[in-house]
């Protein structure tokens, strides 16, 4: 299956009468980074999430996030009188102390609501009844995401095909021109010749041009990379997680296309050289965001 590493998915579900929603969001990378951004997931569940995570998606920089609904009123944070009654002696114990007059009473609260742990939200306990609900929801959502990412995957195999196939007609316009080179240098060697005044004997100047055009010849170039070519696409439909696979390949064909841009020695030759070269960039670029 042909698939993109970045994605997204969603789902919901209740548990003590609150919705929560969990999220999920992917970007390309070389591994599998995953970062659990909530609080919701107990710390002795976070590794089975991580492993579960790994095997679902493969590769990637995933995130994973838990919120409730911020609507309910079930939601709302508490006060720990407590703890603020603590507060308040000690600032009332500090202000005798010192021989301050008192502190206003709305600002004094406004000064404890600031202290540590005074608003606090109570953290609900999960057993195991209560957890597979929440992992049920996180199953759903690394579903979706990878729904998501199969869909955009079937829109860059389509890009890569027709990029591909470009790339090889390319080189059946190379083709058109190689011909054209041996009149060509023959007829520069000889108006230099000219220029310089020798006369050249017949069978030396045909064996040197020989020579000459053996090394331009891009007959094994245009070999490998129909080839190089040709496995990318198989690479794609039978590869199930082909990402870095097409990458190296990538690297082959651009080898290639240089090599022959090298030994092009012809103008229109260099700017069809020229047009492989884009279309192998993009694909480069998109190789990168492939599972």
């Not at 995957?153 to 080189?171: M, P, S």
């Not at 039978?238 to 030994?263: C, D, W």
């Amino acid at each position: 299956m042909f698939k993109s590493m970045t994605g997204y998915g969603k789902s919901e579900y209740l548990l003590c009468n609150k919705k929560y929603i969990v999220e999920i969001r992917s970007l390309n990378g070389k591994n599998a980074d995953i970062s659990l951004k909530t609080s919701s997931i107990p710390r002795d569940r976070e590794m089975n999430v991580r492993q579960y995570i790994a095997k679902k998606l493969y590769r990637g920089n995933i995130d994973l996030f838990i919120t409730s609904d911020k609507n309910e009123t079930e939601n709302a944070r508490n006060i720990n009188t407590e703890l603020a009654a603590v507060y308040l002696q000690q600032i009332r114990n500090l202000e005798q102390k010192l021989g301050t007059e008192k502190s206003d009473g709305a600002d004094l609260i406004g000064m404890i609501l600031k202290m540590p742990d005074v608003i606090e939200t109570a953290k609900e306990e999960i057993d195991d009844e209560s957890w597979n609900v929440v992992f049920s929801a996180i199953e759903n959502a690394c579903s979706a995401l990878d729904d998501f990412r199969t869909k955009e995957g079937n829109i860059l195999k389509k890009d890569f095909i027709n990029r591909i196939e470009l790339i090889k007609d390319y080189v059946c316009e190379v083709e058109k021109y190689e011909k054209e080179r041996v009149p060509a240098i023959k007829q520069r060697i000889l108006s230099r010749m000219n220029e310089i005044q020798v006369n050249p004997d017949e069978n030396r100047l045909e064996q040197e041009l020989i020579y000459y055009l053996e090394k331009l010849d891009i007959t094994e170039e245009k070999v490998r990379l129909r080839q190089h070519c040709n496995y990318f696409l198989e690479t794609m439909e039978k590869e199930e997680y082909p990402g870095k696979k097409l990458g190296f390949i990538a690297q082959e064909i651009g080898r290639e296309i240089n090599t022959m841009g090298s030994k092009a020695n012809h103008a229109e030759i260099q700017k069809w050289v020229v047009k492989m070269k884009d279309e192998l960039e993009k694909i480069k670029e998109q190789s990168l965001n492939i599972l």
